[in-house]
């Protein structure tokens, strides 16, 4: 027989079964102990509107024992009290009440200070929630987008009818329900009904129904994120019909929150759906015929109904071998650990009648949140969420309506509630009536602050049960009608686990040049780099290194932006938006390229190459390809400018050949002119390399000859093969990351962002000679000349180091902190550490004599390695 | 949230798909002080507001959108 595992003893299953209704079943009443007071509380609403019935469930706290399916071998623990659920210790709170006074958190352990730490740590423990699994990667669920013409939340009646009506228009039509359409229905015409409903619809294939899929909030759009047993779907629909009906409304009174009392359509559906008994014998309060036909549901499972209380008008609707109690009041509710009997004033006077049943059906308490949080015109409700208490026609009929788009359906106002003497408000947090009222003494005078101040509506129900008492209890001692209105709904509107709203963030797409496996099989630690996976090094970054300083290296720099910019007006896109001067650049020459924003701040850097025929090729860092090509597609469109931007990012590879040696095995591969005269630096020129045409364009970044050669991605592979092969000659191997980072440091060269911020100016960065102010107008220019005006504070230095120096450290004079090293490593060609960092000015001047976490150092000139350059040159 | 915005290329698309470029501003300014106020000012107030969006992951367009900032309703 399937069983679950519940606290260690097996617990077997019937067809159907929900962990709630196993449980009981098998004789569980307490489910779990209240927040602060600790009380026992059972199965109440088997809707998953209440927090009675919150269970771990495989490890996942806070799952609503009454809706999750039981599944064959699942593991159950209650999750609230000590030692234990059932024996719990901690219920002495519930006499203690005066020691935690309604907003006690404000009140108890305020003085002495230090108290509070302590006094956190067991409040916290004593609350009555689940503890989250740690060590445990929470699980993630994929995010999916889908667009559909109608999105109709809820498998009611109005639902159901809703999707039918909406489907017939021949619209896509998708329909999420929290559970299975009809399952959560107590027996009788209602869930025949919907149980038809939703067959016929099977047979609609533009109708698509989504069981087990809840909608957790309607955000600006309307976009609606519906949580599915294994995705997360963020619907984009056109319309969306509301159709989450109601739960019964909650009533207040002392002793209404003992395990015993239910929720008709609770006990009903426990009795009907799952034929388990909710007790021996009941008293029934019901102001509805639905309440009326639970008096057999009860009946057929085996309870014997003592009295049912209902209005005059339905007195001759209840069978008669129950006695009927007309306009009778439900006083309290009696019992220590469970419900044993309940006291009513009746016409004769007050009765008490012992019973371990009671169930109330008096009214209805729309499930709004959804259709509350979303001022969108294209939302609108359906059935027993805009009509409380309405019939099986009326929703199917409101339904209907909505389904083809008519008229929307006026919120009918639902029964005010009334509360007793006492009993919990909200059974979240327990909040009682005597603890509204205290509040409400101390100045928390309407429905938001109440809110606020004693959290009631804030817990796992959102307000399901507890919304309109708040509202109501105000609004009868409110002044102003503003203080009485229902507290704002925002989403979510169901419980929602971490992981369901992370679902879809962890998915990152790693970038990969066409070379990601011929580095992978060439031994090459490859890790992200911004949104890339690059090579760090191949095991041997300081072997790497001299490679490029004495022999022969390549580098994958496939990743840097490339841009064709072509057209009418190509020059007059470059020169209008880059600092960098381009009017007197002949084709086969480059320059180093600023890219600034309209404050004048560095955004990125990279190589302007001028082309034949006006038109230009430009490099970005990797890092900044995107946002260049945003940058000068926006200014073309500003300013009029006729001009294409083509990102060939993607479709060209680059690899820089670098080293004392490079023209030599270019040479070896080629039969164009590679000579210094031929392609000066800095310059580029169309060559052909290993049978591969590539843009051979001369760069320093590294310091040395180097040639970057920019082909098609599809001979990436070839070229880079090629190379190898006749670089072994001269030992040639591959550098990384890693040796890039020392060789471009040795030359002075900054990465942005890690030794620049984001307001840098190119003066701050000693970028100046990059900026042509004699030129006319560029992004930045009115901004650069302000700043010109004003002292400079701050500057990019470069720093020898007298010892091993560290990154990051700050940079003093004396006890004085003037800066910050950026970047940093001791220089194998040059035999001393180097690196740069941020000086600010001290009174005025800018010190050189400094010490960096003890080390001492020195601001000197940059570049550090071949100052005169004449290597690049060569 | 999402918010529809209407490219002049590809039509309504959900706001993921856009990059947003910030309030519209005017190119230049006549004076230093009002270069000043253009570059680094916003206006940030409730109501329609003119802005700059680009079609990052779609056709890749930059246009101008009315967004009212109080309702995220999009359009003139």
Not at chain 1, 92 to 99: G, K, S
Not at chain 1, 217 to 240: A, S
Not at chain 1, 620 to 626: E, L, P, R, W
Request: glycine share 12%; aromatic share 6%; with cysteine.
């Amino acid at each position: 027989m399937a069983t679950i595992d519940f606290e260690g003893k097996r617990v077997p299953l019937r067809d159907g079964d929900t962990v709630g209704s196993a449980l009981y079943r098998a004789g569980v009443r307490t489910f779990t102990r209240s927040l602060k007071h600790h009380r026992r509380r059972g199965l109440y609403c088997m809707t998953g509107d209440c927090p009675n019935c919150l269970v771990t469930v495989d490890g996942q706290p806070g799952c609503r024992a009454c809706t999750t399916p039981a599944r064959e071998g699942a593991t159950v623990r209650r999750e609230s009290g000590w030692p234990s659920t059932e024996r719990d210790v901690l219920k002495i709170t519930d006499h203690l009440h005066r020691f935690m006074p309604v907003g006690f958190y404000y009140k108890v352990f305020v003085r002495p200070r230090w108290a509070w730490e302590f006094a956190e740590k067991i409040i916290r423990r004593a609350t009555g929630i689940g503890a989250l699994p740690m060590g445990q990667a929470p699980r993630m669920k994929p995010s999916r987008h889908v667009h559909t013409d109608v999105l109709v939340v809820g498998g009611g009646a109005a639902g159901l009818a809703a999707a039918k009506a909406a489907g017939g228009t021949g619209a896509r039509v998708l329909l999420c329900d929290e559970g299975v359409p009809g399952a959560a229905i107590a027996p009788g015409a209602a869930r025949d009904r919907v149980v038809a409903l939703a067959r016929e619809l099977d047979a609609v294939s533009n109708v698509t129904v989504l069981a087990g899929h809840t909608a957790v909030g309607v955000y600006d759009g309307p976009l609606v994120p519906v949580v599915g047993p294994d995705e997360l779907l963020q619907i984009d629909p056109g319309r969306v019909i509301v159709a989450t009906g109601a739960v019964e409304t909650h009533a207040v009174f002392p002793g209404n929150d003992l395990p015993g009392v239910w929720l008709g359509r609770g006990a009903a559906r426990l009795a009907g759906v799952h034929g388990v008994a909710p007790g021996d014998r009941a008293v029934v309060v019901a102001d509805s015929v639905e309440g009326i036909l639970h008096l057999g549901t009860l009946k057929a499972a085996g309870v014997t109904v003592l009295a049912a209380v209902v209005p005059e008008a339905l007195a001759e609707a209840v069978p008669t071998d129950i006695e009927v109690l007309r306009g009778a009041k439900v006083l309290a509710a009696e019992g220590r650990s469970h419900l044993t009997a309940v006291r009513l004033s009746t016409q004769q006077g007050e009765r008490t009648i012992e019973c371990d049943v009671l169930t109330l059906s008096v009214g209805s308490a729309p499930r709004d949140g959804l259709l509350r949080m979303s001022g969108d015109v294209s939302v609108c409700g359906a059935g027993e969420v805009v009509l409380p208490g309405c019939s099986l026609e009326e929703a199917e009929a409101s339904g209907a309506a909505a389904g083809v788009g008519a008229g929307e359906e006026t919120p009918r106002e639902p029964d005010p509630v009334a509360m007793g003497v006492d009993g919990y408000v909200c059974l979240c947090a327990d909040v009682s009536v005597h603890d509204l009222e205290a509040a409400w003494a101390e100045g928390w005078q309407s429905s938001e602050i109440l809110k606020r101040y004693t959290t009631a509506t804030m817990g796992p129900c959102q307000g399901a049960m507890c919304g309109r008492h708040l509202a109501a209890f105000a609004a009868a001692g409110a002044a102003s009608s503003g203080a009485g209105a229902r507290t704002t709904a925002r989403p979510p509107a169901r419980t929602v686990r971490l992981g369901d709203i992370a679902g879809g963030v962890n998915e990152v797409i790693p970038k990969h040049t066409a070379l990601h496996d011929t580095h992978g099989a060439a031994g090459a630690r490859l890790d992200w780099s911004g949104s890339w996976i690059r090579p760090y090094h191949y095991g041997d970054w300081r072997g790497e290194y001299r490679a490029v300083r004495e022999r022969v290296s390549l580098m994958d720099v496939s990743t840097l932006g490339k841009f064709l910019i072509a057209g009418r007006d190509a020059t007059a896109l470059v020169d209008r938006v880059f600092p960098t001067r381009v009017t007197d650049l002949t084709p086969g020459r480059s320059r180093y390229l600023l890219a600034l924003d309209e404050a004048g701040y560095v955004m990125d850097d990279g190589l302007i190459c001028a082309l034949p025929d006006g038109r230009y090729y430009l490099t970005s860092t990797s890092g900044g390809a995107d946002r260049m090509e945003a940058g000068l597609r926006n200014w073309a469109d500003r300013f009029g400018i006729r001009a294409h931007v083509m990102n060939q990012t993607a479709m060209l590879g680059a690899i820089n050949v670098a080293g004392p040696h490079a023209r030599d095995l270019l040479a070896e591969l080629s039969d164009d002119d590679l000579s210094a005269g031929a392609i000066r630096y800095p310059g580029h020129a169309e060559v052909t390399i290993a049978g591969v045409p590539c843009r051979a364009v001369r760069v320093g970044f590294v310091g040395e000859l180097s040639f970057e050669l920019h082909h098609p991605r599809s001979c990436s592979v070839a070229l880079w093969t090629a190379l190898i092969e006749a670089g072994a000659e001269w030992d040639i191997r591959p550098h990384g990351l890693d040796a890039l980072d020392l060789l471009r440091m040795e030359k002075g060269h900054l990465y942005l962002a890690q030794d620049t911020l984001p307001d840098d100016y190119p003066d701050k960065l000693g970028l100046g000679w990059a900026v042509a102010m004699d030129k006319g107008d560029f992004i930045g220019r009115s901004s650069l000349e302000r700043m010109a005006a004003l002292p400079s504070e701050r500057k990019l230095v470069g720093l020898r180091f007298d010892a091993e120096p560290q990154r990051g450290v700050p940079l003093m004079t004396g006890d004085r902190i003037v800066g910050r090293v950026t970047s940093c490593g001791h220089s194998p060609s040059l035999g001393y550490g180097v690196g740069l960092g941020w000086l600010r000015s001290v009174d005025g001047e800018f010190p050189s004599a400094l010490t960096a976490n003890g080390v001492g150092c020195r601001v000197v000139p940059t570049p550090f390695y071949d100052p005169e350059g004449a290597r690049l040159r060569a | 949230m999402t918010i529809k915005i209407a490219c002049p290329t590809c039509g309504p698309r959900p706001y993921t798909e856009f990059s947003f470029g910030g309030e519209l501003r005017d190119l230049d300014a006549p004076t230093p002080h009002e270069d000043f106020v253009r570059v680094y000012l916003r206006e940030n107030a409730p109501g329609p507001q003119d802005e700059r969006w680009y079609h990052a992951f779609g056709c890749r367009r930059w246009f101008q959108v009315t967004r009212d900032t109080v309702t995220n309703r999009t359009g003139a």
